[in-house]
C-alpha cells in the first residue's frame, strides 16, 4: 500500500544515537592470532554484516571504530596511537583479546600491558582468542552503551 | 561569554587534521627514525639485497628514467594486504618496484624470554601462540624437542592423534592462506568460502580441545586429553566436504583466465634462490625442488603414512597457490589412514614423572597428589643438553632449539619460524614487477607475522 | 638422517662455513645465540644449524664469542638467508657481525636500549594490579 507523507517524529537524540550504531565501520587493526577470530568474525558463518558493519575499511578517516585485535608491543605503540588520532569523531575503541586488554600472558618488556595505556578503550572482550561470538556481545554491548550512554562524544 | 567558548570547543574538534587530535602529543619518534631512514644508497651490498639480485641477476636496469619519476613508498604496517603488521618500504619506478626492503618486528612479543620463564609443562601455552595459524606445529614441535631432551618416546595413539590433528591444522592453514590471497587479489568469494571451510575444522579442534585456536594440546609426554565420542563421524564429515569444495576453488580459479593472468609468471623464485635465501616448505616445492622434512626426517611416525608430496616446477604466484590445494588433498589423505588406524592404548606416556595423574586418582592415592603438585608447581627436570628438532609446518621448516641446564625451565628456548626465513626472498619476488602485483607476491609467500616477530 | 656438532672458534669459523658450503650445505637454516652469563666462560655461544637437502644430513656449528671482542665474522656472503639471523642476534644479544651489510636493530624499535634476551636484562614484568584490591603495605 502507498501512503503518502508518511511522517515519523522522534527525538533528535535518539535518532543520532541510532545511526551511529546502525552503521558503525570498524578500521582493519588485525594485529595478532584475534585478528584471524575478526576475520572469521567478518566471514560466512558469523556474518558482521548483519550490524551494518562488515565494510572493514582500510583508512582510519572512515571509520568509527577501532577493534585491537591482538597484542600490542612497544614498537607498534604509536603507530596505533596515531591510527586512533586520525579517526574521524566520534569514534570507539574494542580491545579484544586478552592481551591487548591487560597483556595477557606475555608480561615482559615488549608489549604495552593493555592498550588503555595508550587509547580510551570503550569494551574489552576477554579470551585468548575470544570466539566471533565473543566479539560479537562486544560489539553489542556497545551498541547498547551507545543507546543509553552520553551522546556527546 | 558563553557562547564562545562553545564555539571554541567546536573548532577544537573539528580541526583535528590540523592539530593532531585533543589527546596528541604522543611521541611517535621511533616510527620515523632509524629504520624508516631505509634505502640509502652508500652500501653497494645492501642495494643488491633490497633489489634482489644477490643470488641471480635478473634486474634490468632502465637509464632512461629520470629521477622524478623514482619515489619511496611506505607500506604498512597498518595494511589490510601485508597479512599482518609487516611493513615494507619500496622504491618504486613509474609503476614498477626496484628495490624493496620488509621491516618487521611490529608484533615482537618476546616469547622466547618468556619461554624461559615457563617450565616445560607450561611451554606449549607459550610457543602455541607463535604461529597462530598453526598452533599445533607449534606445540608438536616444542613436545618433540622436550622428548627429544629428556629421552622418552611416547605411545602410539598420542603419535597417530599428533598426526591426525596437525594435518587438520595444515588444511585449516591452507585454507587461510587461500582465503587471504584470494582477498588480496581480489576474488573476495575465495575468502568467504576459505573461513567457511575452516569453521569445519574449528569446530572438531574445539570439542577436542577445548579452543578454537591456541590449543596447548600438545604436550611434552603426549597430549593433553584424548579425543572426544563419536570423532569419527566428524572427521568422515571433514572428509567428505572438504574435496567437494576444493572442487568449487578449482572451478572457480583454477581455470579462471583473470585469475592466471593475474598470477602466472609473477613473482618467480628459483630453486638457487630458495636455497640461498632459506625459504622451505610449499614455496620451496613450487620452485621445482621435492623438499619435505615430512618424507626426508620423518617424525612422529609420520614415515607409516603413505602420501605424496605435490611438486610443480613453475615457481610463480600461480603455482604456490595451487601447490596448496593440491597438499590438502594429501593432507586428506593422512587425516584418513589415521583414522583408520587409530590405535587404541593410553595417549599420555604412563611416567609419574611426566604426566600428571588424572584427576580420579587425586582423591585414592596420596602418592599421586604428590605427583600432581609437583608437576603443576615445579615441573619435571629434563637433563642437561641442546637439541634441535625440525618438523615440516604449512609454511616451511619449523625448528625448535632448546638449551637445558638441567632445571624444570630451559635455560634458552628459540624457534626457528619459517615465515622468518621465507621474508627474505620477498625482495626477489617484488623486485621488476609492477606494484599492483606486489600484494600477490606477499600473499603468495603466506608470511604469519606472529611467526616471524615471536 | 645424520647430524653432527662442530665446536670450532671465531678466526676459523669463516672458513669452516666456506668449506661446508662447498660440501654442499646448501641451507643455513637458523643462527641463534645462548647466553651463558656467570656460568661459561667466553660468554656467548653462536649455534648455527646448517642443512644439506642434497645428502640430508644436518650440521651444527657452535662459536663461543666473549664479552669484550663481541664480534664474529658475518656469514651474509655465503649464505644470504644469515642476513635476517644476524641481524636479530644483533638486536636480542649485541654480537658485532663484522662486515655485514645492514647491521641494524630488527625487532626492536632502533631507540631502544640493551639487549632484551642477555641474562642480565631483566624480562620486564610489571606487577599486576587489581582494581579495588586491599592495599599491601
Ligand atoms: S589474546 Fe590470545 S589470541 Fe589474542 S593476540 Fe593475545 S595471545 Fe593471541
Redesign the pocket.
Known amino acids: 500500500m502507498y501512503t503518502p507523507d508518511n511522517i515519523l517524529t522522534t527525538t533528535i537524540d535518539k535518532a543520532v544515537r541510532w545511526s551511529r550504531t546502525q552503521s558503525m565501520w570498524p578500521v582493519t587493526f588485525g594485529l595478532?592470532?584475534?585478528a584471524i577470530e575478526m576475520m572469521a568474525a567478518g566471514s560466512a558463518k558469523y556474518d558482521l554484516a548483519r550490524y551494518g558493519m562488515e565494510v572493514f575499511r582500510a583508512s582510519p578517516r572512515q571509520a568509527d571504530l577501532m577493534i585491537v585485535a591482538?597484542?600490542v608491543s612497544q614498537k607498534m605503540a604509536p603507530v596505533l596511537r596515531q591510527v586512533y588520532d586520525q579517526m574521524a569523531d566520534p569514534k570507539w575503541v574494542i580491545a579484544m583479546?586478552?592481551?591487548s586488554s591487560t597483556g595477557?600472558m606475555f608480561n615482559n618488556y615488549a608489549l604495552v600491558q593493555g592498550v588503555d595505556h595508550i587509547v580510551p578503550v570503550d569494551i574489552y572482550v576477554p579470551g585468548?582468542?575470544p570466539g566471533p561470538q565473543s566479539l560479537m556481545h562486544g560489539i553489542l554491548t556497545l551498541h547498547d552503551k551507545i543507546m543509553d550512554g552520553e551522546i556527546n562524544r | 561569554m558563553k557562547k564562545d567558548t562553545r564555539k571554541n570547543k567546536f573548532k577544537d574538534k573539528f580541526d583535528f587534521w590540523a592539530t593532531n587530535s585533543e589527546e596528541g602529543g604522543w611521541n611517535i619518534s621511533s616510527t620515523d627514525e632509524g629504520s624508516q631512514k631505509m634505502l640509502e644508497e652508500e652500501n653497494a651490498k645492501q642495494i643488491k639485497i633490497q633489489t634482489g639480485t644477490d643470488v641471480i641477476d635478473d634486474f634490468v636496469i632502465d637509464e632512461d628514467t629520470s629521477d622524478d619519476e623514482r619515489m619511496i613508498v611506505n607500506m604498512g604496517p597498518q595494511h589490510p594486504s601485508t597479512h599482518g603488521v609487516l611493513r615494507l618500504q619500496a622504491e618504486l619506478e613509474g609503476e614498477v618496484v626496484r628495490r624493496v626492503k620488509p621491516i618487521i618486528g611490529y608484533l615482537h612479543t618476546g616469547m622466547e624470554k618468556t619461554g624461559e620463564e615457563l617450565n616445560y609443562f607450561q611451554g606449549p601455552t607459550n610457543t602455541t601462540?607463535m604461529d597462530?595459524l598453526s598452533p599445533l606445529f607449534n606445540e608438536l614441535v616444542f613436545s618433540l624437542t622436550t622428548e627429544k631432551l629428556i629421552g622418552i618416546e611416547v605411545p602410539d595413539r598420542a603419535k597417530n592423534i599428533r598426526i591426525l590433528m596437525t594435518e587438520l591444522n595444515r588444511i585449516s592453514s591452507h585454507l587461510v592462506a587461500l582465503a587471504t590471497g584470494g582477498m588480496d587479489i581480489g576474488a573476495l568469494s575465495m575468502m568467504i568460502f576459505g573461513f567457511r571451510e575452516r569453521e569445519l575444522i574449528l569446530n572438531f579442534f574445539e570439542k577436542t580441545t577445548g579452543l578454537r585456536?591456541?590449543h596447548n594440546y600438545i604436550r611434552p609426554g603426549g597430549v593433553a586429553a584424548d579425543l572426544p565420542d563419536g570423532w569419527q563421524k566428524d572427521i568422515e564429515e571433514i572428509l567428505k566436504i572438504i574435496p567437494e569444495k576444493l572442487q568449487d576453488y578449482d572451478d572457480m580459479l583454477l581455470d579462471n583466465p583473470i585469475w592466471k593472468g593475474r598470477l602466472q609468471n609473477v613473482g618467480i623464485l628459483t630453486t638457487k634462490e630458495c636455497f640461498a635465501y632459506g625459504v622451505t616448505g610449499p614455496s620451496l616445492r613450487a620452485s621445482g625442488h621435492s623438499w619435505d622434512l615430512r618424507k626426508a626426517q620423518p617424525y612422529s611416525g609420520i614415515e607409516n603414512f603413505e602420501f605424496e608430496v605435490p611438486v610443480l616446477n613453475e615457481g610463480d604466484v600461480f603455482a604456490r597457490w595451487r601447490i596448496k590445494v593440491l597438499e590438502i588433498f594429501e593432507s586428506l589423505k593422512i587425516v584418513e589412514q589415521a583414522l583408520n588406524k587409530m590405535p587404541k592404548g593410553p595417549y599420555k606416556i604412563q611416567d609419574k614423572k611426566i604426566t600428571p595423574p588424572p584427576r580420579k586418582r587425586l582423591d585414592e592415592s596420596m602418592e599421586a597428589l604428590i605427583h600432581h603438585f609437583k608437576i603443576y608447581t615445579e615441573g619435571f627436570k629434563v637433563p642437561e643438553g641442546d637439541a634441535y628438532v625440525a618438523i615440516e609446518s604449512p609454511r616451511g621448516e619449523l625448528g625448535c632449539y632448546i638449551v637445558s641446564d638441567g632445571s624444570s625451565k630451559p635455560y634458552r628456548m628459540h624457534v626457528r619460524g619459517p615465515s622468518f626465513c621465507n621474508l627474505q626472498a620477498l625482495p626477489v619476488i617484488m623486485t621488476d614487477s609492477p606494484i599492483a602485483d606486489a600484494v600477490a607476491a606477499i600473499a603468495s609467500l603466506d608470511p604469519v607475522i606472529g611467526d616471524v616477530d615471536r | 638422517m645424520s647430524s653432527e656438532i662442530i665446536n670450532t672458534s671465531v678466526e676459523e669459523y669463516k672458513k669452516l662455513v666456506e668449506s661446508l658450503h662447498s660440501e654442499n650445505y646448501e641451507m643455513m637454516v637458523d643462527l641463534t645465540v645462548v647466553d651463558w652469563f656467570r656460568k661459561k666462560e667466553p660468554r656467548f655461544e653462536v649455534v648455527v644449524q646448517f642443512l644439506s637437502i642434497s645428502k640430508n644430513q644436518r650440521k651444527t656449528i657452535k662459536v663461543f664469542v666473549d664479552d669484550e671482542g663481541l664480534s664474529i665474522p658475518s656469514i651474509t656472503d655465503i649464505y644470504p638467508s644469515a642476513n635476517f639471523y644476524e641481524r636479530e642476534a644483533f638486536d636480542m644479544f649485541g654480537i658485532n657481525f663484522l662486515e655485514h651489510p645492514d647491521l641494524t636493530r630488527i625487532l626492536m624499535p632502533d631507540d631502544w636500549n640493551g639487549h632484551p634476551l642477555r641474562k642480565n636484562y631483566g624480562s620486564g614484568r610489571i606487577p599486576v594490579q587489581f582494581k579495588n584490591a586491599p592495599k599491601v603495605e
Open positions: 595478532a592470532c584475534c591482538g597484542r583479546g586478552a592481551c595477557g585468548c582468542p | 601462540r597462530y585456536m591456541n
